[in-house]
């Protein structure tokens, strides 16, 4: 095999892990609050309440709500953290899980 081929191989490998990677370095977790609730987790807390936030362009003048729901689900001795967000001037829902309280916080305020 050529060094030019060995090169593109393990440039392909690293390519294609960056993703696991991503996830690993984040703990955040892809499955959705209706997935996570299929696969057994139960809801244990439940907060709600809404941010006000600036507007998004062409409404950066404006005051956008959004309202969060943060939810702490059980399963077995497990516990996961979950941040489910609805965008009023968006109209997007946004979700996210992590089994560390603290990552989700701060993945929020990037």
């Not at 996830?23 to 941010?51: A, C, T």
Request: some cysteine; overall charge neutral.
């Amino acid at each position: 095999m050529s060094e030019a081929m060995k090169i593109s191989l393990i440039t392909l490998v690293m390519i294609s892990l960056m993703p696991l990677l991503a996830w690993s370095m984040n703990h955040v977790l892809k499955e959705s609050m209706i997935q996570l609730r299929q696969q057994g987790w139960k809801v244990e807390e439940k907060n709600s309440f809404v941010e006000s936030r600036p507007g998004k362009r062409p409404y950066q003048m404006l005051k956008r709500d959004v309202q969060v729901v943060l939810y702490r689900l059980l399963r077995q001795q497990q516990e996961l953290f979950c941040r489910v967000e609805y965008d009023s001037q968006q109209d997007t829902i946004r979700e996210m899980c992590s089994k560390d309280e603290n990552r989700l916080e701060s993945i929020v305020a990037e």
